[in-house]
């Protein structure tokens, strides 16, 4: 696995682009599963997600990276929900269920 990139980018519907650690990305079973198999992206680390607007893909890259972040500690935790404005609320349900984090 020394070959694969130490970010990746993910590319909403829209065309923008969204670079995070790899192993933030690695928090949604789906990027975990693209990024580890034989697939392009795995060599790349461009996963392309056709379906999710930027909004949307931008609050997923936020949760992966609060989601490391905060994954060890035994401390209070900030609450995320405070960040999900209600109007994306639903497509960000919608996209966190198809990649599973």
């Not at 070959?3 to 065309?15: C, E, F, I």
């Not at 392009?40 to 949760?63: F, I």
């Not at 490391?68 to 994306?88: C, H, L, N, Q």
């Amino acid at each position: 696995m020394a070959d694969q990139p130490d970010w990746v980018t993910l590319v909403s519907a829209d065309g923008h682009r969204f670079i995070l650690p790899r192993t933030a990305a690695l928090g949604s079973d789906f990027l975990s599963n693209t990024l580890s198999a034989d697939f392009l992206e795995s060599a790349t680390g461009v996963v392309r997600l056709p379906e999710m607007r930027a909004e949307v893909v931008e609050k997923v890259c936020e949760y992966l990276v609060y989601k490391e972040k905060y994954k060890a500690t035994k401390g209070e935790i900030p609450d995320f929900k405070e960040r999900v404005k209600p109007e994306i609320a639903l497509e960000l349900l919608m996209a966190s269920d198809y990649l599973e984090c």
